[in-house]
């Protein structure tokens, strides 16, 4: 079973892992685009790990329903299963191109949203709610951003809003 502290620590490092695997990636392109492309991301990555942080510090503060709280535990531990949501693993070395190396960063993307919206049913806080959508919004507009690098064969620059 995870408590929410621990759930939202594994928030905090999807999103540090992401920042940092985006930042990795940059020191490899020579296409500046996609090096700018992934800067945004990673900023918004930390963001992110900061806001679930956040969140993790104030539960210490709320009177949440511990029941729920833990029978939501039990369900995502359920849901997930063995699901790592790591990109540890990349060897950018063996990462043939750059459409291999969007579609990675795609599929992490998703798995992050997947996660995020596994945790909507357990969030009671109309608050925390609207951030986490948030969150997940600002995720999704990662997608779109790499999908249309990818399609615009790298001529674009990322959306900043």
């Avoid at 806080?125 to 919004?137: F, R």
Wanted: aromatic residues 8%; hydrophobic residues 45%; without cysteine.
């Amino acid at each position: 079973m995870f408590s929410m502290a621990e759930i939202l620590d594994m928030a905090v490092r999807l999103e540090k892992n992401g920042e940092k695997v985006y930042r990795d990636a940059i020191s490899i392109l020579s296409n500046k685009d996609l090096a700018d492309t992934l800067a945004w991301m990673a900023d918004e990555e930390i963001k992110h790990a900061e806001w679930f942080a956040r969140l993790k510090q104030d539960l210490g503060s709320r009177a949440e329903n511990d029941v729920a709280l833990e029978m939501g535990g039990q369900l995502l531990k359920s849901l997930m299963g063995e699901q790592a949501f790591s990109l540890k693993e990349i060897d950018f070395s063996r990462v043939g191109t750059q459409q291999a190396l969007i579609s990675i960063f795609i599929e992490f993307e998703r798995d992050t949203i997947l996660f995020y919206e596994m945790l909507q049913p357990f969030i009671t806080d109309a608050e925390t709610l609207k951030g986490l959508h948030a969150v997940i919004s600002e995720e999704k507009k990662h997608i779109d951003q790499l999908r249309a690098f990818s399609k615009a064969g790298g001529r674009i620059s990322p959306q900043r809003v």
